[in-house]
């Protein structure tokens, strides 16, 4: 029985610290469960709030956007509109090289009369110094 005894004070000891270690990470445990809950309760309450920010940003986000198509469609338009100007130019001054070319064809068959018609037909105001200058020289050989 002597050995009995001497195992039964180390089988206590042992069967103290298994429950000691048990009850540790049983309390580790419940702390544990308990701050999650609390973080978990939080996150919660905050993603609650979510929707309601976001259904009062989401206006203020389309005014942004509608703001910046507005603003985006009022740049288009004004440079369309400043391309159309400056295609209308263009095209004046190509009929007007046009008219010039086809005057100084005619000069140089000889035909003065015809050159002479499509000149008049000429704004002279709206002339750029080159079509000046050809302008100028069609007009000295129809005058001799």
């Known amino acids: 029985m002597s050995n009995n005894n001497k195992q039964n004070p180390n089988q206590s000891k042992s069967m103290f610290l298994y429950t000691a270690l048990i009850f540790a990470v049983a309390l580790i445990l419940i702390i544990l469960a ?3 809950q609390t973080n978990l309760s939080a996150l919660r309450k905050s993603t ?9 940003a989401a206006p203020a986000a389309e005014e942004k956007t509608a703001s910046a198509d507005d603003e ?4 288009m338009t004004n440079t369309i509109s400043a391309l159309d100007s400056e295609n209308n130019q263009l095209k004046k001054e190509v009929t007007t090289y046009d008219n010039l070319l086809e005057a100084n064809s ?3 068959r000889g035909d003065k009369d ?3 018609a499509i000149l008049s037909s000429v704004d002279e105001s709206t002339l ?7 302008y100028d020289q ?6 001799e």
Do not use: R, V
């Not at 069609?138 to 005058?143: G, T």
């Open 128 to 134: 750029t110094e080159n079509q000046k200058i050809l």
């Open 34 to 36: 308990f701050f999650g």
């Open 48 to 56: 609650a709030q979510l929707p309601e920010i976001t259904e009062q």
């Open 114 to 116: 015809n050159a002479d």
């Open 106 to 108: 005619y000069i140089s």
């Open 72 to 75: 985006a469609i009022a740049k």
């Open 138 to 143: 069609i007009k000295k050989q129809i005058n």
